[in-house]
């Protein structure tokens, strides 16, 4: 793996679209994705689940006997869809047919553990608008005559979907095909490639990446909300509603956001941030050996579990 480029490469990827998965019970996935903050409807069958005041599509669940990731969906550059086709064409990586339970929308592929990939030339859609959070920290003095707690928790849901970390069994092959095939770049990593961050150009640390596993699966997928006082709300509403503890209040040391992490009914994970990293070309990867966490409570011992099925993808 190369540390330290200055060279980049063309970024086609410009974010992540929607992450889907395969679960037993559209009934109960509802239920918690509400709870989590977003809001739901039915699409051609499957579940679909929204940021509220975004409108793009952020998860889509297809009922199926076992959990399982499903797809992973993004969005390209615009005029970047030739160069796109040129480059699957030259990785011999060929076009297929979208998977049942998915539109038909873009262009289709697998990535090297199989899972199907859309890629879609349409741009991200704008999060949803939120007040400039003013604050008292260090030595900033930003607010004056305003009573922080009287509007700290106005806004508090999640805004856009920003990251998604897949299991993986092979991480090298998956990071090369993601940065010189379809042009994510990389961030950092931790312990070699224990775990992998990837970035579509200027805006946030991460987007994408892989934690090393025996098999591949889905690890979590992350949503911005306003403020870390959101973060710690959608904890307390998800433990008002009787959900489990996840993990968290923390911030993490790769990326730097502020997170809470909620179980999902199947054995992963679903994660609120707030603050993370912004990067440009600027930017330089490398290699740390450091916990996840810069401080809190340490992450559960399931945490890294990869509870999916081995997958026939
Ligand atoms: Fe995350």
Known sequence: MQFGWTVKGEAVISGLHHYALEVPDLAVAEGFLQDFGLETGEKDGSLVAHCPGRDQEQVRLVEAPDKRLHHVAFTLHPGTLDPVREALDRAGTPVIEPPAGATEDGLWIRDPDGTPVQL????????????????NMGGTQQRVNVAQWTVATQDVLPRRLGHSLLFTAQPGPMTDFYTRVLGLRLSDTIHHDRVTF????AGDHHVFGFIASSHRGFHHASFEVPSIDAIAVGADRMRARGRPEGWGLGRHTIGSNFFHYS????????????DIDQIDDCWVAN???????????PPPETFLANQEPGSPA
């Open 287 to 297: 290699d740390w050996e450091v916990p996840p966490h810069l401080w809190g409570v």
């Open 198 to 201: 990837l970035n579509a150009g």
């Open 120 to 135: 879609l030339d349409q741009p991200q859609a704008s999060a949803r608008p939120v007040a400039e959070v003013l604050v």
């Open 263 to 274: 179980p999902d009914p199947w054995g992963s994970w679903i994660e609120w941030f707030s």
